[in-house]
């Protein structure tokens, strides 16, 4: 009996253990900004959450940006088609911010609603329904990325979470990257290929 007593005081340091774990085994990102108080006791034990998890054969990862999520390099074909939708969502999303002069690390601040996202629709049209994304789809693709946890749905539309800079991140590398390379960077963009995604985003 005494051998638990470890155990059951470290969990007993837990109470939203249950909470939490149904939260990351359902692929769903844990944010600061939409879970305060969840968010907060996993950061007051995070060494226990990691280490319990790891135990339960689970990769939990903590981003200082506010975000967590069980970290996974499993593929799964129809999961992974989200995830690039997703990834071209946020590509136009942040292009058209840009081109707008808005700040890109300020994207949490960003109020999208459907006008916008139609908007955005017409201006890449052609990108979008090469993928199969009308303004309907768009909507839907939100409703998603709400699941996952990169988005929150408001009365008057949807604000994108700390968890999107993942993808955020993602993209000022491939960015980077064709700015080090001058061909890439004055090839001509007819041809659309959805970015491949880091790790288990690919899997998401």
Excluded at 8 to 34: C, V, W
Excluded at 126 to 155: S, Y
Aim: charged share 25%; aromatic share 10%.
């Amino acid at each position: 009996m005494t051998s638990f007593q470890p155990l059951a005081a470290t969990l007993s340091q837990m109470p939203t253990l249950a909470e939490l774990f149904r939260i990351f085994l359902s692929g769903k990102h844990l944010n600061r900004m939409a879970e305060p108080a969840l968010w907060a006791e996993l950061e007051k034990h995070e060494a226990s959450y990691v280490g319990l998890f790891a135990a339960l054969g689970f990769e939990l990862r903590l981003d200082a940006r506010g975000f967590a999520w069980f970290h996974s390099g499993d593929a799964n074909s129809n999961i992974g088609k989200i995830s690039r939708q997703l990834a071209l969502l946020f590509m136009v999303i942040f292009d058209a911010q840009a081109n707008a002069g808005k700040a890109l690390q300020r994207f949490t601040d960003w109020l999208i609603d459907s006008d916008w996202l139609a908007e955005i629709y017409k201006q890449q049209k052609d990108l979008l329904d090469a993928e199969g994304l009308n303004t309907d789809a768009l909507v839907e693709l939100l409703g998603r990325a709400c699941n996952l946890g990169f988005a929150v749905a408001e009365p008057a539309g949807w604000r994108l979470l700390p968890a999107v800079c993942r993808y955020l991140d993602h993209f000022e590398g491939l960015a980077l990257a064709a700015k080090n390379d001058g061909d890439e960077a004055n090839a001509p963009a007819e041809e659309y290929s959805a970015p491949e995604m880091p790790d288990d985003l690919e899997s998401r």
